[in-house]
């Protein structure tokens, strides 16, 4: 039976094949396993495809790295539009959010990590990416509403971030437990969340306190 799809069609579903099998791999393998033959196999694809639609693999890579949205699901306009008390419950609504999507997306994790050991223009988009969606909090509502303790706020909430990437990136990978919390689980999970908003609140509570007295 002849295949009657127009070859521009099979073109596009030959590319998506190829981005989704680095999608597969980066999951399972990590960037490591990201071979032009295992990306091939892996799509069920002559590897000569990579080339004759991306130019090589690094490209392909890329062109699947920029496709993503990781921080959709973080976006200013979650922003309510009104804040009365300085960022603070966004403040923490955006961490728990970051969490969930640390948590839940193994890709992102596994990018993550690259960008830890290579330079990569499309990796370092993922992380602009991520300052741009923050940077909306900070400059708009955090930093008006704390003055001279602005670059307090963002130490803060730099540290609170870097510990839940570390944490999801590190989880099941050679450990499953952070002071004893089993953060592949659901109670452990929730455990670091309620720490995450204790936290927020402790701190606010600080700098009001450091504002009354001058």
């Not at 992380?127 to 602005?150: S, Y």
Request: with cysteine; glycine share 8%; aromatic share 10%.
């Amino acid at each position: 039976m002849t295949d009657k799809t127009p070859p521009g069609r099979n073109k596009e579903r030959s590319k998506q094949q190829l981005l989704d099998a680095v999608g597969k791999l980066l999951k399972t393998e990590g960037f490591t396993g990201l071979k032009v033959n295992d990306i091939a196999a892996t799509a069920g694809l002559d590897k000569k495809l990579i080339y004759k639609y991306f130019g090589s693999r690094d490209n392909l890579v890329d062109e699947y790295i920029s496709s993503l949205d990781f921080w959709s699901n973080v976006s200013q306009d979650q922003a309510p539009p009104v804040i009365t008390d300085g960022g603070q419950d966004f403040t923490k609504h955006m961490l728990l959010q970051q969490y969930d999507v640390l948590d839940g997306n193994d890709e992102l994790q596994k990018l993550m990590m690259w960008g830890l050991y290579e330079s990569r223009k499309s990796l370092k988009a993922v992380a602009d990416e991520r300052e741009a969606v923050g940077e909306v909090l900070l400059t708009n509502i955090t930093d008006p509403f704390f003055g001279k303790f602005a670059k307090e706020y963002r130490s803060t909430v730099g540290i609170l971030i870097a510990g839940i990437y570390y944490m999801n990136m590190y989880a099941g990978v050679n450990c499953n437990t952070f002071c004893g919390i089993d953060i592949t689980q659901p109670e452990g999970k929730q455990d670091i969340k309620n720490a995450l908003v204790n936290l927020v609140d402790l701190f606010y509570k600080d700098i009001e306190a450091k504002k009354q007295e001058g």
